[in-house]
């Protein structure tokens, strides 16, 4: 039997003397701001136990793991995978050289050029892609109350130029079918929702169930194992393979300092420090998911 608190009290205070390690995303002036020296873990197992450490229930900016629901949202897009690619980019998250290379197909929906295209099948089906995210999130987390961060959405577009162009390049190629200016709007908001760890593992609940989730089907059991399997092979940015090395989970991170891990059947687990290591994945968070696969002896490997 694992103990699952036990383990993570033990990480805690493994990790505790270098709280604050790691360079928050200053490139975002709202992020700039955060305290970096936070840190909360949490962990919902298939049997609908709560396990948590830290600051496990105080909300940030999800970021790009925003990007892993609204792939969910878009996983029956006739067109998705003519439209976005399922391989790992190799380069920057927001690579304007790589998107021009291939003729305007992100390499996948995880990188910032693939959800946009993802944001532009939802606001097709939807009309209303900002507000459509936000109710998804709410339904899978069971938690009315999570919002957009307005001031931190307010920020991303203020600096988003790289994104700008971006998007305006996707239509350049006609991969992007909407108002662009819509499609962004949606897409900054996205990234700015916030939520805490222990929301966002019950949000991520039907990854490790087969896409179901406190009773509803969110994805059949084939779209499920896709999106894991993106997760593993996309979902960290620039190092999926390190990450897979040290961790050994599908996951998706975030540049506000959250990752968001599965082990299929078994548990999934959200971790948030806001300090980031050189590629943008949370610094402390990914020693803690090592150290948590390494107690527990439990990878998708």
């Excluded at 790289?162 to 390049?169: E, Q, S």
């Excluded at 805490?196 to 089907?217: D, P, R």
């Amino acid at each position: 039997m694992i103990h699952y608190q036990d383990i993570l009290d033990a990480i805690y205070l493994e990790l505790a003397p270098h709280f604050g390690e790691g360079r928050i995303a200053t490139y975002i002036p709202e992020l700039a701001k955060i305290d970096p020296r936070q840190f909360g873990m949490a962990v919902l197992t298939a049997d609908g136990h709560l396990y948590q450490v830290g600051q496990a229930e105080t909300p940030f900016s999800i970021q790009s793991i925003s990007k892993l629901f609204t792939l969910t949202m878009a996983m029956d897009a006739p067109t998705l995978w003519q439209r976005t690619g399922r391989e790992p980019s190799g380069n920057a998250f927001n690579s304007l050289v790589q998107l021009e290379y291939e003729n305007g197909i992100p390499r996948n929906p995880f990188i910032n050029a693939g959800a946009m295209v993802v944001t532009d099948l939802i606001l097709a089906k939807h009309g209303n892609a900002k507000e459509a995210v936000l109710r998804f999130v709410r339904h899978l987390s069971g938690q009315d109350h999570i919002a957009f961060n307005m001031t931190v959405a307010a920020s991303e577009e203020s600096v988003g130029y790289r994104n700008k162009a971006l998007a305006y390049f996707l239509k350049s190629f006609g991969n992007i079918t909407g108002d662009v200016e819509v499609v962004l709007d949606a897409y900054f908001h996205h990234c700015s929702i916030e939520m805490s760890c222990t929301e966002l593992v019950k949000a991520g609940m039907y990854l490790m169930n087969h896409g179901a989730s406190s009773g509803s089907q969110i994805l059949d059991f084939s779209q499920t194992k896709q999106v894991n399997s993106l997760m593993l092979t996309c979902g960290t940015y620039d190092a999926v393979g390190d990450f897979a090395y040290q961790v050994g989970l599908p996951a998706k991170s975030g540049v506000g300092g959250g990752i968001l891990a599965v082990m299929p059947e078994q548990f999934v687990v959200a971790v948030w420090s806001p300090g980031l290591n050189e590629v943008g994945n949370s610094l402390l968070g990914t020693r803690a998911l090592s150290l948590f696969t390494t107690k527990t002896g439990m990878s998708v490997f």
